[in-house]
Nanobody, 123 residues
Framework: QVQLEESGGGSVQAGGSLRLSCAAS??????????MAWFRQAPGKEREKVAG???????SYADSVKGRFTISKDNAQNTVYLQMNSLKPEDTAVYYC???????????????WGQGTQVTVSS
């Protein structure tokens, strides 16, 4: 199975920046069918997808983070990053990385999940 582990979370003032990392190991997906995505869940709210990156490098973002967040990965597709700039208190959540055959799949089709990392943005 694929194992995912997030890091880089923490607390920051509004307007600040953080970079999250997701290290992947034990790949079983074919590289041509592989998507990595970031989700987040705030207290009392549903988990939502914030960004995704396909094996070919194409990216997608939730409207709430467009222009502020950037998803990227290293050349070996071993680590995925989420650069978060101009952070707002509304961005406070637990952030999870997940893997699926395609970024357009529903959450139930993301087979592998990390344990999450907390991001707290103070006003």
């Amino acid at each position: 199975q694929v194992q995912l582990e997030e890091s880089g979370g923490g607390s920051v003032q509004a307007g600040g920046s953080l970079r999250l990392s997701c290290a992947a190991s034990g790949y079983r997906y074919r590289s041509s069918d592989y998507c990595m995505a970031w989700f987040r869940q705030a207290p009392g709210k549903e988990r939502e997808k914030v960004a995704g990156i396909e094996s070919d490098g194409s990216t997608s973002y939730a409207d709430s983070v467009k222009g502020r967040f950037t998803i990227s990965k290293d050349n070996a597709q071993n680590t995925v990053y989420l650069q978060m700039n101009s952070l707002k208190p509304e961005d406070t959540a637990v952030y999870y990385c997940a893997a699926a055959h395609g970024c357009g799949f529903p959450q139930s089709q993301y087979a592998y999940w990390g344990q999450g990392t907390q991001v707290t943005v103070s006003s």
